[in-house]
């Protein structure tokens, strides 16, 4: 019997319109360009702007356009899922909202929140449902709107990230291509050093809540880098160790765009070379669950059916993963 594979056989990105540059941060916090680009590698990054628009309304654009690619109907979805850390509401959740958006009722759509790391982690839920044999179309999201959560007065983080999605179709693959492992790890210890403490039900907002700036994400920046070295690339590596991969055997890395340095870790710790990895940092910043499919979505011409792909994130929580993926066209 032929064993079903949930291959990839779509991707779509969005990136809202409006452009905040390192020059635009310089007249807003004591930074520059230099001091960004060295330590980060980001030059710009898009910014959701208009009243009343959220998370939602990223993810619809690349949901909407990934039918129109794949030639699928909205009533042929079977299942939605979304990974964000900024929904636009507590609920419902901003699948649902995809869904109302796109015209499609009465089938399964929910959130998954495992911040940078999200896309990962809902692109191993999603392939679970086509791997059964229960669903044949499930489309992953990876959106945020990180600008509705950033405190444009603290230099450390307010020039690190960007707002966009990325949406791929899943169905079942039968040629051995597909998602062929995912590994996923987490450790709640990092609470401390990467969180946005505000706006939950252990602080819910008020006038302490707000004045402290707690709804805003906090960063211990050493901290995070330190950890998301080692964690990013040790799943890098994991999973090709554990299905004999080399770095000769792997085609492109596909990493979460957080940090120049941290993606150069990764690749050295794999035996990658540059010319291997997708990287598109400088234009878009970290755009937290939307980085990996926007770096799929950028390099979709230059992927051919059965080219190796590692992908490996790190971000809040602390949550970490990868996949080995087989591209299925």
Not at 143 to 168: E, P, Q, W
Not at 190 to 212: C, F, V, W
Request: net charge negative; aromatic share 8%; hydrophobic share 40%.
């Amino acid at each position: 019997m032929t064993q079903i594979k949930a291959a990839i056989t779509g991707v779509q990105g969005y990136l809202p319109p409006d452009i905040l540059t390192n020059a635009d941060l310089e007249k807003i916090v004591d930074t520059n360009d230099e001091w960004i680009v060295s330590r980060t590698g980001i030059k710009q990054r898009h910014i959701l702007r208009g009243e009343g628009l959220g998370t939602s309304h990223m993810a619809v654009e690349a949901a909407r356009g990934l039918l129109k690619k794949t030639n699928t109907a909205p009533e042929e979805v079977d299942l939605i899922i979304c990974a964000t850390v900024t929904p636009d509401f507590i609920f419902p959740s901003t699948a649902n909202l995809v869904c109302d958006m796109l015209g499609i009722k009465n089938i399964g759509s929910f959130d998954v929140q495992a911040a940078c790391s999200g896309f990962i982690y809902a692109l191993s839920t999603g392939a679970q449902f086509i791997e059964t044999g229960k669903y044949k179309k499930v489309v992953v999201i990876g959106a945020d709107k990180m600008s509705s959560i950033i405190d444009y007065k603290d230099r450390t983080t307010c020039v690190l990230f960007g707002d966009g999605a990325g949406a791929v179709m899943l169905e079942p693959g039968t040629e051995g291509n597909g998602i062929i492992d995912t590994l996923l790890r987490s450790d709640g210890g990092g609470l401390p050093y990467l969180n946005q403490k505000g706006g939950g039900s252990r602080y819910p907002p008020s006038h302490e809540t707000i004045d402290a700036r707690w709804h805003y994400v906090y960063q211990d920046g050493p901290q995070v880098f330190k950890y998301a070295v080692k964690n990013m690339a040790d799943a890098a590596a994991e999973i090709m160790e554990r299905n004999h991969l080399s770095g000769d055997d792997v085609n492109w890395l596909v990493p979460h765009q957080a940090n120049k340095r941290i993606i150069d870790a990764t690749a050295n710790r794999m035996g990658v070379g540059s010319e291997k990895v997708m990287m598109n940092i400088e234009r878009y910043g970290n755009t937290t669950a939307a980085t990996i499919p926007l770096c799929l979505w950028d390099y979709e011409k230059q992927l051919h059916k059965g080219d190796n792909l590692i992908l490996a994130a790190f971000g809040g929580g602390f949550t970490w993963g990868s996949a080995y993926i087989r591209w299925a066209y």
